[in-house]
């Protein structure tokens, strides 16, 4: 990670600077095969210790080692502690869009992302859009993200003000569209530019804040522009990407017409200098073997958007294909084209969409790619991602069931239903994917702190 991201410059914690939860541990050091339901895939510590001081996790204890009464004790004995989630892929101001009536991905963009979004450019909009997203972010269990404002720098400003605030990791910067955009929702090379460099200076480093060059996705930026993106990111190592690629076949074609000299949508931002290991890109569905191999190459993520996908009538992504030619993959909630910040909800459409092309997507491979396995993408997992001392207690507690059903249905993995034999730790997990949200959260703590 460079050194400009170090993790703690982050928000110290406030309140007890020296905490132990004990709860039912599970995460996954190892990135699990697709399809891989072994207990090997996971680590699973019941009833354990996790110690956190002034922020970070300090050590984690067997349940008969419990520590010192200057330990501020958390008991969740029975409840399950997962890493916080990490979303790859979300927008901000959707959340005025979300649950929308859906159409394809150009149409909703006109009828209803771009109308929500230029109401960004009002100050006061954007910092209460912030706060609710930031606040709606955590309370669904996910402390971490990679976050689309608007074209507005005051957007931008207010992200990261408002993820400050709360000391959470927040990748985010204002997106560039010079073109085929309504009037209030284009910006200019030279103006765009500049924006970006105040921005960077401001918050890139800040806190738990760091920048992304924010390209909507090629359609809305002109050459010159993604020209003047590329120059950003070798003008300030370190600095992250995003966007958007191959979400839809209509917006493939058009690509195509407006870049008549790229081999395909990729080859679009790998002549602009956009791809490197710091890149991440939305969706990814119409890709073939030469743009995953480009993809290995140069580090660059796919952050898989399902629910968003499905909603959308986008497509199915191949998960297996990139996984056999080394791409990385993260899940991403995608709001509001996606329909819920749940990262639950959105590994569950991962489950059906993978389950269309033939895969069992196992509860392992499934949270890896919400926790580590985007923090290993991310270059942060020396930072979060693993219930393990030196991280920063970026944590979830979780009931285990909520409601009759989901209770019954657990006490069934358990073997606490009469002839119905206990069931693997994997079917218990996945039963809990599947009938789990955002109800069933119990606490959440950022950098240690409860928020």
């Known amino acids: 990670m460079p050194e400009s991201l170090s993790p703690l410059s982050a928000a110290q914690p406030r309140g007890p600077v020296r905490l132990a939860l004990q709860a039912d541990l599970l995460d996954f050091p190892l990135a699990p095969a697709l399809e891989d339901t072994s207990a090997q895939a996971a680590r699973w510590r019941p009833d354990h210790w996790l110690l956190v001081e002034d922020g970070r996790i300090a050590a984690v204890l067997p349940p008969d080692q419990a520590p010192g009464a200057d330990w501020a004790p958390h008991d969740h004995r029975g409840q399950l502690l997962l890493p916080g989630f990490i979303d790859t892929h979300v927008h901000c101001p959707q959340l005025d869009v979300i649950a929308s009536h859906g159409t394809s991905l150009l149409d909703w963009l006109e009828t209803y992302t771009f109308p929500a979004e230029r109401r960004f450019a009002d100050p006061a909009v954007a910092r209460a859009g912030a706060d609710l997203f930031v606040q709606a972010l955590l309370a669904h269990g996910t402390t971490a993200a990679v976050v689309f404002p608007t074209v507005h720098a005051v957007a931008a400003e207010a992200l990261f003000a408002a993820a400050q605030r709360q000391g959470m990791r927040l990748i985010a910067g204002k997106v560039l569209m010079d073109r085929h955009a309504p009037e209030g929702l284009r910006d200019d090379v030279d103006g765009a530019r500049a924006d970006c460099e105040r921005l960077i200076a401001r918050w890139h ?165 919400a926790t580590q396995g985007a923090a290993q993408a991310l270059g942060l997992d020396q930072e979060v991602g693993l219930l393990e001392p030196g991280r920063l207690a970026d944590v979830v507690a979780w009931r285990w069931a909520d409601g009759p059903v989901a209770e019954h249905r657990d006490a069934v993995a358990r073997g606490q239903v009469p002839g119905l034999p206990v069931q693997s730790l994997h079917a218990r997990v996945f039963a809990w994917l599947t009938l789990s949200g955002e109800h069933n959260r119990l606490a959440t703590w950022v950098a240690g702190r409860r928020v």
């Open 205 to 369: 480093g800040q806190g738990r804040n760091a920048y992304a060059v924010t390209v909507r996705f090629a359609p809305t930026s002109t050459p010159a522009q993604l020209a003047m993106a590329g120059a950003l990111m070798r003008d300030h190592p370190g600095l992250y990407m995003q966007t958007h690629v191959a979400e839809n076949t209509d917006e493939v074609r058009w690509v195509a017409e407006l870049f008549p000299q790229a081999r395909s949508y990729l080859d679009v931002y790998r002549r602009a200098g956009l791809l490197c290991e710091r890149a991440v890109l939305a969706h990814g569905i119409w890709l073939d073997d030469a743009d995953r191999a480009l993809l290995r190459d140069t580090g660059a993520q796919i952050a898989f958007c399902p629910s968003s996908n499905l909603f959308l009538g986008s497509g199915l992504f191949d998960w297996a294909a990139a996984q056999r030619q080394g791409v990385p993959v993260s899940l991403a909630s995608d709001v509001g084209g996606g329909t819920s910040l749940s990262m639950q909800r959105t590994l569950l459409d991962a489950y059906k969409v993978q389950a269309l092309r033939g895969v069992r997507l196992s509860a392992w491979a499934a949270l890896h790619a």
